[in-house]
C-alpha cells in the first residue's frame, strides 16, 4: 500500500508551474522519481515536487492550453 502523498502527472506540473509534457520528460529521463499505477499513469511522491521546481533547465510558466 502507499504511503504518504501522492500527486498526478497534472497535479504536479500545475503545482511545479511547468507543463505536463516536461514531468513526463522528466520522469522517463529519471531525473525525478514517480511509481507507475497502471500500465500508463504514474503518480509522483511529494517530496519529488522541490526537486521538479528546482531542477535546473525547468520550462516555467504557465502550461499551455490548446492551440494558437
Known amino acids: 500500500m502507499l504511503e504518504g502523498k501522492y500527486y498526478t502527472v497534472t497535479q504536479a506540473a500545475e503545482l511545479a ?9 522528466l520522469l522517463r529521463n529519471e531525473k525525478i522519481k514517480g511509481e507507475k499505477f497502471g500500465e500508463r ?8 515536487l522541490e526537486k521538479l521546481r528546482s531542477e535546473p533547465d525547468s520550462k ?9
Not at 499513469?41 to 519529488?48: D, G, L, R, S, T
Not at 516555467?60 to 494558437?68: D, Q, S, T
Open 41 to 48: 499513469a504514474w503518480i509522483i511522491p511529494a517530496n519529488q
Open 17 to 25: 508551474g511547468v507543463t505536463v509534457s516536461y514531468v513526463r520528460q
Open 60 to 68: 516555467l510558466g504557465r502550461p499551455r492550453i490548446g492551440k494558437k
